[in-house]
C-alpha cells in the first residue's frame, strides 16, 4: 500500500501516454512538452513534468510520455505527494510520500522510461514495530529521503531519515534522527548502515561502488 493518490485512473492515463507516436528529435516537443504543464525536472536526456495534477516523464530519444504520479497536495487529514526526482539513463527515480492522522507512506519509485513499466516499489526502510500508533492507522517506510541516487541500470540507493523516532509523544522520542543507506536492485531492497552519524547529503556512486559518510569516515557497498 501506498499514497491513497495512486488510483485506477493512473494506470487508465498511462495507457492512453504510451500510445503517444516516437519522436527521434532531441527536443522537448510533443509528448514531452504538454500545453499547461511546468517542468520538475530537465536535462538534456529527459524531462519530468506536471500536468493537471498527473506527472509525466519523457525521454526526448522516444517521445513517449509515461504517467509516474497523479496525486501531489493537501487534504483534510494530510499531505502527500512526490519529489526527489531523479533521472539516471532512461529511468526516473523519485518519493512517493503521504504523511497525515491515518496513513504515514514513504516509497521510493524507479520508472523505464523506455517501456513504462515500474521497476522498483521500495519502502524507504522498516518503519518501528509501533510506528503505526502515531498514524492512528498504517505506516509504511522508514521516512523521507534525504538524498537519492539512481543508476543507468535501474537500481537505485538512498538514505531515508527516520521520522518516527523523532514524531513528539513517540515512546523512544529522540531529537537526534536515525538515518540508513539502502539500496534496491535485482537483489531486492537491502540496507548498508544506519545511525544517527551519517551524513544525509554525502550519498555517491563510481565504478560499481556506493559511498557515504558515516561518523565522518568514507563507508562503501558494491552497487550496480
Known amino acids: 500500500m501506498r499514497s491513497i493518490g495512486r488510483t485506477v485512473s493512473l494506470?487508465?492515463?498511462?495507457?492512453?501516454?504510451?500510445?503517444?507516436?516516437?519522436?527521434?528529435?532531441?527536443?522537448?516537443?510533443?509528448?514531452?512538452s504538454l500545453r499547461h504543464s511546468h517542468a520538475l525536472l530537465v536535462t538534456r536526456e529527459a524531462r519530468v513534468y506536471e500536468r493537471f495534477g498527473y506527472v509525466y516523464a519523457c525521454l526526448y530519444r522516444y517521445g513517449r510520455r509515461v504517467v509516474i504520479a497523479n496525486f501531489t497536495g493537501h487534504s483534510i487529514t494530510g499531505t502527500g505527494g512526490q519529489r526527489n526526482y531523479r533521472l539516471a539513463g532512461r529511468y526516473v527515480a523519485f518519493e512517493d510520500f503521504y504523511a497525515g492522522k491515518m496513513l504515514g507512506s514513504y516509497y521510493v519509485l524507479v520508472y523505464?522510461?523506455?517501456?513504462?513499466?515500474?521497476?522498483?516499489?521500495?519502502?524507504?526502510?522498516?518503519?518501528?514495530?509501533?510506528?503505526?500508533?502515531?498514524?492512528?492507522?498504517?505506516?509504511?517506510?522508514?521516512?523521507?529521503?534525504?538524498?537519492?541516487?539512481?543508476?543507468?541500470d535501474g537500481s537505485v540507493a538512498w538514505i531515508a531519515r527516520d521520522v518516527w523516532s523523532t514524531a513528539p509523544g513517540y515512546p523512544s522520542y529522540s531529537l537526534v534522527p536515525d538515518y540508513e543507506v539502502r539500496v534496491a536492485d535485482g537483489r531486492g531492497n537491502l540496507g548498508f548502515d544506519a545511525g544517527p552519524a551519517i551524513d544525509p547529503g554525502s550519498l555517491r556512486s563510481h565504478d560499481g561502488t556506493l559511498e557515504w559518510t558515516d561518523a565522518g569516515k568514507t563507508r562503501t557497498a558494491p552497487f550496480s
Open 112 to 152: 523505464d522510461l523506455r517501456t513504462g513499466r515500474l521497476v522498483h516499489e521500495a519502502q524507504t526502510g522498516k518503519p518501528p514495530a509501533d510506528a503505526s500508533s502515531q498514524t492512528q492507522g498504517a505506516a509504511f517506510g522508514l521516512g523521507p529521503t534525504t538524498a537519492l541516487l539512481p543508476e543507468p
Open 11 to 32: 494506470a487508465m492515463v498511462a495507457s492512453t501516454a504510451l500510445l503517444a507516436p516516437s519522436r527521434a528529435s532531441g527536443s522537448p516537443a510533443g509528448p514531452c
